[in-house]
């Protein structure tokens, strides 16, 4: 009895690789294109970090002409959840960020080098766990979890390697014909990898992101099939980045370690290495010290608090391309307008130790990417998130008309608006604007420099009376509150009111607070000219009288 017959023995009825090797061809792209994938397990909610490294991934296979696939590694079914697969698919697609091929949804896959769930693929893993075994590569391990624990505990108390190897591999060496007669026996096993490796020899690796490095041989002897039939994530790793024709690994750090058993895998079934490019994790700062996103404490790592929050999509892909790229935001500075896709990203540009992130920078960049939308794309978006996360707004949005001037004010000129960072800022940022609310709402009125009852009144009866008409061009309108200003006795120039202090009590801008505050109940607001535009002749009328009867 040899190799060969043991290995039939294990996997009587698994095709040979050969089959498996025709079936999945080296594709057909152009020279330098990178084949690259995103491998979740769906195990919990999507985590930023995830998106991130699909991200990044999407960029390069993009910028090569490439192939970006989407891969559910699901052989752990101890921690698949409901809905995982689903979540995953979602979210990519909530970010625009599709794959070429792979899972579309929970059941359904495009592409050529499928089935891309991993549990669906068990009769390929168990072919090429044959072809090792048939070498000498791999063989069957009988030790219980028991025994499993014992060895460790040896381990332990020796002070020493813990782990399936050399003399604690005990089933590395047993005869195939002492093998064979276990297996007729009915004994559960499992295969483990025979590892060539020795621990005192050092292997040298240049990761695309972390540059050179070294590590000890790996000389474990790790599982590669499972007791219940799947393969361990090393070995699957190694069989499909290999039949799916992946060029580029691009994973978590989490996984550098691993690096020495994978080549030593890749070597040893006979396939080309692929690159590797390893991603730090995203960190924060909690008081002081920096720890990685958490799952558990974090709400933003879950992708889904995006979506909660309505932090524009393009907001967070332009993020994420920052912390991956610190030349992003020069590039950015110099381009306001090229969409993002046009940043020539760089993979080995990426930071060795985790980029920070920073909450204030995203809702910055998300004020940018708002300020630079049309008032139709502002409201399309607010609608849409306002459906699913807030009534109130999707009311206030339902007379499309009004709801287009109003997200219109200081919008589409040359510096617009950049109050709003996100869709849930909306509602706060245009309330004022709808009368229903507007009234229902307590008027506070605070009305700063000026705020004796007896000039408010003055100023806004004045200013109704004598000065307004909403028929004036921006010009004249601004013209007619410094006249009302001289007509206070306040300065018509800031400048003026600089120059002479003592002189005035007020200038231009208190009066024109006055008036904010009395049309909108707020201090700072976009463009008063446009917001009364907007409101009209009666509802301003109703307003300024309003609040010269709030005074009383
Ligand atoms: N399923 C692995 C994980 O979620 C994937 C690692 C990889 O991309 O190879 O960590």
């Known amino acids: 009895m040899d190799y060969k017959d043991l290995a039939n023995l294990i996997f009587p009825n698994v095709k040979d690789i050969s089959y498996y090797e025709e079936k999945y061809p080296e594709r057909d792209l152009p020279e330098g294109a990178i084949v690259t994938r995103f491998a979740p397990s769906p195990t919990g909610f999507v985590h930023i970090g995830g998106l991130y490294q699909a991200l990044v991934a999407i960029e390069v296979s993009k910028k ?24 995953i698919v979602n979210s990519l697609k ?35 766990a044959k072809y090792l075994i048939s070498q000498g590569k791999a063989y069957p391990c009988f030790c219980t979890p028991e025994e499993g624990e014992e060895i460790r ?67 474990l002897d790790i599982v590669i099939i499972k007791a219940d039939g799947l393969p361990t994530y090393h070995f699957a790793h190694a069989v499909d980045d290999h039949l799916m024709r992946t060029t580029h690994v691009i994973r978590s750090d989490e996984w550098l370690s691993s690096v020495p058993l994978h080549l030593q895998l890749f070597h040893e079934l006979g396939f080309k290495t692929p690159k590797y490019a390893h991603i730090s994790p995203i960190m924060k700062n909690d008081n002081g010290n920096k720890r990685k996103l958490s799952k558990r404490k974090d709400p933003e790592a879950a992708v889904s608090y995006y979506k909660e929050q309505g932090i524009p999509v393009n907001a967070v892909k332009e993020y994420l391309l920052n912390i ?69 707004l999707a009311d206030m949005l339902k007379d499309k008309e009004y709801a287009l001037k109003v997200l219109g004010i200081e919008r589409g000129n040359k510096k617009p608006r950049k109050d709003i960072a996100k869709w849930s800022d909306v509602k706060e940022n245009i309330e004022y604007m709808y009368d229903e609310i507007f009234y229902n709402k307590k008027q506070e009125y605070p009305y700063q420099v000026i705020s004796d009852k007896e000039s408010i009144e003055k100023i806004l009866t004045l200013y109704m009376e004598k000065y307004y008409d909403e028929n004036d061009d ?31 009590t007020a200038h231009v801008g208190d009066v ?19 917001i009364m535009q907007v409101l009209g002749k009666s509802c301003v009328e109703k307003r300024l009288k309003k609040a010269i009867e709030n005074l009383k």
């Open 512 to 530: 024109s607070t006055v008036i904010r505050v009395a049309l909108t109940s707020r201090t700072n607001t976009p463009d008063m000219y446009e």
């Open 474 to 504: 921006k010009q004249t309108w601004f013209d007619k509150i410094k006249a009302l200003t001289g007509e206070m006795g306040y300065a018509t120039e800031v400048k003026e009111f600089k120059a002479n202090p003592g002189k005035y």
């Open 64 to 87: 090569t002409k490439g192939v970006f696939f989407l891969r559910v590694e699901d052989t752990d079914q101890k921690r698949e959840v409901e809905n995982g697969v689903t979540d």
């Open 153 to 219: 505990k040896k381990q332990e108390a020796a002070k020493i390697r813990p782990g399936y190897y050399g003399i604690w591999a005990k089933c590395r060496n047993i005869t195939v014909e002492e093998a064979a007669e276990k297996i007729k026996n009915g004994e559960h096993y499992i295969i483990r990898f025979k590892s060539p490796g020795r621990e005192d020899r050092k292997i040298k690796h240049k990761d695309i992101i972390k540059g050179n490095v070294d590590f000890p041989e790996n000389d």
């Open 94 to 128: 909530d970010f625009g960020m599709a794959p070429d091929e792979g899972m579309i949804s929970d059941t359904e896959e495009i592409g050529n080098y499928g089935p891309y769930k991993q549990s669906l693929r068990k009769d390929i893993y168990q072919a090429y």
């Open 324 to 392: 991956a790229n610190s030349t992003f935001e020069n590039w950015r500075r110099a381009n306001p307008d090229k969409p993002m896709e046009e940043f020539d990203f760089q993979l080995n540009k990426m930071s060795v130790s985790g980029a920070l992130f920073d909450m204030v920078k995203l809702l910055d960049i998300g004020k940018t990417v708002i300020s630079k939308m049309s008032a139709e794309e502002v409201y399309e978006n607010s609608l849409e998130w306002a459906k699913q996360f807030d009534n109130e």
